[in-house]
């Protein structure tokens, strides 16, 4: 799969209203690859400064990316194929800490006032930050939990196929000792008839000897 990276205009969104797009983007991923789609949403990030979001995706092609965003309803200025360049000796989970201004270190009135606001504006990039890194994780925890349970239906599904099989042989079974029955049940009434009958030649045989021992 190729790489995507999706720019969005969140000048004015609240974090609040980011967590429920990052949520709805990971929750269409996991919809439309339930579907045979092969798409994947892998990150976000916020630039504060900016009012631009960058979310990174993994498909086949740029269409999916569209796909997704159409279906989450997330509005977004445009999409761009990028090449992932990390080197491997570089490790993903590394990251640079972030430094907190001073709250108006020296100056004016109305530079510690910036300073105030900046770190202000810095702590909500903290706390944003952890929220998308702490909702990402969620995420990741919900598509292994969907991919158990589609690995748990799929073997389901082969062990329902496996007993309706079994079902099947014993219908099968059963039906041929029916017949066997049946089979059965008329040997042992033509074994009485010819029963019957050899008695009847017998005693027939029997009652002449007798009438002519009587005659002599």
């Keep these: ?3 995507y990276m999706v720019e969005r205009d969140v000048t004015g969104t609240s974090p609040e209203r980011l967590r429920i797009e990052q949520t709805g983007l990971a929750s269409t991923c996991i919809q439309l690859k339930l579907q045979g789609k092969r ?7 916020v630039i504060p400064a900016d009012g631009r979001a960058l979310d ?3 498909a086949e092609d740029t269409e999916l990316v569209k796909e997704v965003l159409v279906v989450a309803r997330v509005a977004y200025s445009r999409i761009v194929e990028i090449l992932d360049l990390t080197p491997t000796f570089i490790h993903r989970d590394v990251s640079r ?3 907190m201004l001073p ?9 510690a006032a910036k300073g105030v606001t900046l770190t202000m504006a810095t ?3 903290s706390d944003l930050t952890r929220w998308l890194v702490d909702g990402q994780r969620f995420f990741g ?3 292994e939990t969907v991919e158990n349970a589609d690995r748990l239906q799929a073997r389901t599904q082969t062990l329902e196929r496996e007993n309706e099989m079994f079902r099947e042989e014993v219908t099968r079974l059963r039906l041929r000792i ?3 029955q049946a089979d059965r049940n008329d040997m042992v009434a033509a074994f009485n008839d010819l029963a019957g009958h050899v008695t009847q030649v017998v005693d027939h045989i029997l009652q002449k000897s007798e009438d002519g021992e009587n005659g002599r």
């Design 178 to 180: 029916d017949v066997l």
């Design 141 to 143: 925890v919900c598509l």
């Design 39 to 45: 798409v994947r949403y892998i990150s976000s990030a």
């Design 97 to 99: 800490p972030r430094r």
């Design 56 to 58: 990174l995706f993994g």
């Design 123 to 125: 702590d909500s990039t």
């Design 103 to 111: 709250k108006g270190a020296g100056g004016s009135p109305t530079d």
């Design 1 to 3: 799969m190729a790489l």
